[in-house]
Each structure stands twice: as C-alpha cells, then as structure tokens.
C-alpha cells in the first residue's frame, strides 16, 4: 500500500521561502513521477510542478521560475522549493505519485496536504 507523507509549509511573509517534502512509503514498481499539486477553496487541484524518474520537469501554467521540485529516488522523497512567495500561493500543496501499469492507464497517490499561507 502506497502512502505518502508530506512535511514542511506553514506561514511565510510574502517575499520570503519555503520547502515543503514529501516522503514515499510502500511498494510501487520502479518507474513513477511526482510532483506537486495546489487546490484552494472552491477550486480544483492544479498542478505546480512534477518530475519523472530520470528528471524531467514539468511546471503548471505560471509555476515556471518561483517553483522548483527535486527528486531523491534512492530515498524515495521528492521536494519542492518555493522562493518569492506571493499571497496568491496560498493553498492546501499535495503531493503526487502516478504510476503507469499499462500503456494510457495512469495510477495517482496523494498525500494528505499541507497548508502553506503567505502573508502580505
């Protein structure tokens, strides 16, 4: 069974950073990406950035710059950096793992979230 267990986020004064982690636990095959979603209130889950097994990164509409995810696959943890927060990223940040057991079928984890504010 495949949990994951975020750490990390809380209160932060625009301008400033942060570092939320995310760590694996269970048994999943060799091959996944990971990333980071956001959802606020009312919204759907967007995507900030995510990562493959060999490092590529995929960024959301507007994550590109601010936001930067990194990948220890020997540790089975995955962490996204947050510099020049902006109160607008304000949200509950969850962490991702999708697996691919077929060609087209996608399997999603998710972990519990973890609430980063950023005060103006």
């Known amino acids: 069974h495949v949990q994951l267990v975020e750490s990390g986020g809380g209160l932060v004064q625009a301008g400033g950073s942060l570092k939320v982690s995310c760590a694996v636990s269970?048994?999943?095959?060799?091959?996944?990406?990971m990333g980071w979603y956001r959802q606020t209130p009312g919204n759907q889950r967007i995507l900030v950035v995510a990562i493959t097994n060999g490092g590529t990164t995929n960024h959301g509409d507007s994550m590109k710059g601010r936001f930067t995810i990194s990948r220890d696959n020997a540790e089975n943890t995955v962490t996204l950096q947050m510099n020049s927060l902006k109160p607008e990223d304000t949200a509950v940040y969850y962490c991702?793992?999708?697996?691919?057991?077929?060609?087209?079928?996608?399997?999603?984890?998710w972990g519990q979230g973890t609430q980063v504010t950023v005060s103006s």
């Open positions: 269970g048994r999943t095959s060799s091959t996944y990406a």
């Open positions: 991702n793992l999708r697996l691919f057991p077929r060609p087209g079928m996608t399997t999603d984890y």
